[in-house]
Antibody, heavy 121, light 106 residues
Framework: VQLVQSGAEVKKPGASVKVSCKAS????????IHWVRQAPGQRFEWMGW????????KYSEKFQGRVTITRDTSANTAYMELSSLRSEDTAIYYC???????????????WGKGTTVNVSS | EIVLTQSPDFQSVTPKEKVTITCRAS??????LHWYQQKADQSPKLLIK???QSISGVPSRFSASGSGTDFTLTINSLEVEDAATYYC?????????FGQGTKLEI
């Protein structure tokens, strides 16, 4: 089981970033995918999840309106787009597989290697 | 939001030592508490699920216990390769949250 994320990004304030997460080694539609970020010196911060099989999503209130999580089942890939970027969004963004089709007090068992997003003018 | 507080934040340890890390939740979360290990420049690796359940492939020196609000991760006979930051994570309620991490220096 592997989650391969897209490469590092450098963005200006106000721009958007879209990070991809390509899954392999399991049936992509059987599990949900979470997006979690870790800013320098900060805790891991959950952003949202998508149930790959039915497309249902759930977002953190903190990011509601700025984050969009989608998936392309034909490409075994999940995406996280964050808009209106500011310097505080500089972080490593991870995708992580949930053990359930749709998260329900379940846990993340496999993580991608992370994508560094640097927001700087 | 449920806040998880780990202690200690940092510990300097020696090989073969026994290490205990605690995680306290701001409200009861049953056993929906999981532990991860993150080595430098790597992504988190699952060590323990649901408070005390072992994960295939994880060395048996890692064990955990607890329920409700108080949880413990124990590493018996520490090895050099265990140098990492350890995080607890709750999945009881949204948003899922994480502890601040405990860094072990060996």
């Amino acid at each position: 089981v592997q989650l391969v994320q897209s490469g590092a990004e450098v963005k200006k304030p106000g721009a958007s970033v879209k990070v991809s997460c390509k899954a392999s080694g399991y049936t992509f539609t059987s599990n949900a995918i979470h997006w979690v970020r870790q800013a320098p010196g900060q805790r891991f911060e959950w952003m949202g999840w998508i149930s790959i099989g039915n497309g249902n999503t759930k977002y953190s209130e903190k990011f509601q309106g700025r984050v969009t999580i989608t998936r392309d089942t034909s490409a075994n890939t999940a995406y996280m787009e964050l808009s209106s970027l500011r310097s505080e969004d500089t972080a490593i963004y991870y995708c992580a597989r949930d053990t359930f089709y749709q998260p329900n007090q379940s846990y993340m068992d496999v993580w991608g290697k992370g994508t560094t997003v640097n927001v700087s003018s | 939001e449920i806040v998880l507080t780990q202690s200690p934040d940092f510990q300097s340890v020696t090989p073969k030592e026994k290490v205990t890390i605690t995680c306290r939740a701001s409200q009861s979360i049953g056993i929906t508490l999981h532990w991860y290990q993150q080595k430098a420049d790597q992504s988190p690796k699952l060590l323990i699920k649901f408070a005390s359940q072992s994960i295939s492939g994880v060395p048996s020196r890692f064990s955990a216990s607890g329920s409700g609000t108080d949880f413990t991760l124990t590493i018996n006979s520490l090895e050099v390769e265990d140098a990492a930051t350890y995080y607890c994570h709750q999945s009881r309620s949204l948003p899922p949250t994480f502890g601040q991490g405990t860094k072990l220096e060996i």
